[in-house]
């Protein structure tokens, strides 16, 4: 089956289909055009209905829009993403509140009882990591539809960074992302994916 065939199944307009997934890429190098916290606003306002289980929403977001915030999360980054980092338009830390479930009479109202099925330290935290992992790739395709690029980033020092950003060991780092304009003529060759035979199977 040809893609142009494949993208006419779909209820999404071809132009949308390549603006979010094929012709999307992941940036490390961007225009110095600024991204703006009205474009941030938006971008959050469209992912805030990713799925979460039990409507959870334990991601957080928090832009290091200050020299110093910069400058600290720089000291924790792997050597070979600093430089991409100190020169992205716009970083957030993108983390997993560790007690979401504080939260649940209010987003979860129909079952008075759902903040005492996560009174457990450990199983709060799986759950938080699985549904911000969730959110992240929706937001991801969320700054993709507001026209910008992500570069989300993974070498790093997590116990450093939560202890430089949510001390009270309250959050816990998931992804560093680094998002804006992308430049022109920067990225690599697409690398090819699998094929739906390689992936889908029926039993």
Known sequence: MTPTHTSQLLALEPAAQDLLFREARTANVFTPEPVGDDQVRAIYELVKYAPTSMNQQPMRVVLLRSHGARRELLGHLARGNRAKVAAAPLVALLAADLRFHETLPEVFPHLPGAKDLFADAAVRRESALFNTA????????????????AGPIVGYDADAINKAFFGDGSREIVTVVNIGHPAPGTGHPRLPRLAFEDVVSTV
Request: hydrophobic share 70%.
């Open 134 to 149: 969730l959110q992240v790739a929706y937001l991801i395709v969320g700054i993709r539809a507001a026209g910008l690029a």
